[in-house]
């Protein structure tokens, strides 16, 4: 039996299959539909989410950490990584905020999840 270690929640299922003629004749381990649909995703092409940081202009912080909004095919993440290093975004960041849209023809974007302020808006009392 093949293995995997599913990603797709914190339980980390640990998923034993099967395959015969490539497809899964035999699968288990899964505790969620969700496993089912991640090995076949493995198989026929793997995804990711990813978490990373883009460069920040004029903030109180360097940097804003970012995320896909979903998970993108692996062959992608070494172009969306260089084009993340070439980005400077500008001061406010708000957590949500679209930094990169429809990335690849996907329909994920790359989103902020972490608020930058102004330089100057950091001294003022909330």
Sequence with gaps: MNRVVCVQCPVGCKIKFELIDGKIVKI???KCPRGLAYLEDELKEPKRV???S???????????????SAPIP????????????EI???????????ILK???DTGVDVIATRTVLKNSERDIPQ
């Excluded at 400077?88 to 679209?98: E, I, L």
Aim: charged share 25%; net charge positive; aromatic share 6%.
């Design 74 to 85: 692996k062959k992608y993440i070494p172009h969306l990584m260089k084009k993340l290093r």
């Design 54 to 68: 883009v460069r920040v202009v004029g903030g109180n912080y360097p940097l804003a950490s970012v995320k896909t």
């Design 88 to 98: 400077k975004v500008n001061a406010p960041v708000k957590v949500g905020d679209v």
């Design 102 to 104: 429809n990335i690849f």
């Design 50 to 52: 990813v978490p990373t």
């Design 28 to 30: 288990e381990g899964n």
